[in-house]
């Protein structure tokens, strides 16, 4: 199984990016799938959920209103596009597949993922 994000990069206050992830080898649509970021000197924390349907979404409080989760399983593919961006937005994003299938709502528990990408880094100047 390998995750591979992408779309990262260097973007000024309040400018946007969006993130990729693309998995393979695994059923991708049947998993729902979590961002995650680590800023320097800090833990992993939970980002935006989106369910295997693409139905549920769900997002941390801080990003609520300027990030969007979405996905293509046809592509398997998730994306997150993050509008109005901050300096504390700034960090190293991870995707992650839901160690569950078929499961109705996300996770925000990192325990909870079973493959993680290899990170794709944002950084935000002010």
């Known amino acids: 199984v390998q995750l591979q994000a992408s779309g990262g990069g260097l973007v ?3 400018g946007s990016l969006r993130l990729s992830c693309t998995a393979s080898g695994l059923t ?3 998993y729902g799938v979590g961002w995650f970021r680590q800023a320097p000197g ?3 924390e939970f980002v935006a959920v989106i369910s295997w349907s693409g139905d549920s979404t769900a ?4 990003v609520k209103g300027r990030f969007t989760i979405s996905r293509d399983n046809a592509k398997n593919t998730v994306y997150l596009q ?5 300096p504390e937005d700034t960090g190293v994003y991870y995707c992650a597949t839901d160690r569950r299938a078929f499961q109705t709502t996300g996770s925000s ?7 993680w ?10």
């Open 59 to 62: 997002y941390t409080g801080s």
């Open 109 to 115: 528990d990192p325990h909870d993922y079973a493959f």
């Open 28 to 30: 991708f649509g049947i």
């Open 12 to 14: 000024q206050a309040g």
């Open 42 to 44: 800090k833990e992993r």
């Open 82 to 86: 993050m509008n109005s961006l901050k």
């Open 117 to 126: 990408g290899q990170g794709t880094e944002v950084t935000v100047s002010s």
